[in-house]
């Protein structure tokens, strides 16, 4: 977690199978998932949620490396 002037940067990482281009093009899409029993509305409802305060959310993933994911939230206001 990074506090910033106006905002806070949540970054997540992992060292997974990461994602192809296309699959992080898709991420966001409701229902689009690559998991046996999944849903696909995990990062969908995630991505509204941030959305919804202002926010922003971004995938960066290197197939075979891991994936990084950006979350920045504004800060409230006093």
Same mark, same amino acid.
Request: glycine share 12%; charged share 20%; with cysteine.
């Given at each position: 977690?990074?506090?910033?002037?106006?905002?806070?940067?949540? *970054?997540?990482?992992?060292?997974?199978?990461?994602?192809?281009?296309?699959?992080?093009?898709?991420?966001?899409?409701?229902?689009? *998932?690559?998991?046996?029993?999944?849903?696909?509305?995990?990062? @969908?409802?995630?991505?509204?949620?941030?959305?919804?305060?202002?926010?922003?959310?971004?995938?960066?993933?290197?197939?075979?490396?891991? *994936?990084? %994911?950006?979350? @920045?939230?504004?800060?409230? %206001?006093?």
């Amino acid at each position: 977690m990074e506090k910033r002037a106006n905002s806070c940067k949540i *970054t997540v990482a992992d060292d997974g199978v990461g994602m192809q281009k296309d699959q992080i093009a898709q991420a966001f899409i409701p229902f689009y *998932t690559l998991k046996k029993g999944g849903s696909g509305l995990g990062l @969908t409802v995630c991505k509204r949620i941030i959305d919804s305060y202002g926010g922003n959310i971004f995938i960066k993933s290197v197939p075979n490396e891991g *994936t990084q %994911v950006e979350i @920045t939230l504004p800060l409230a %206001v006093e």
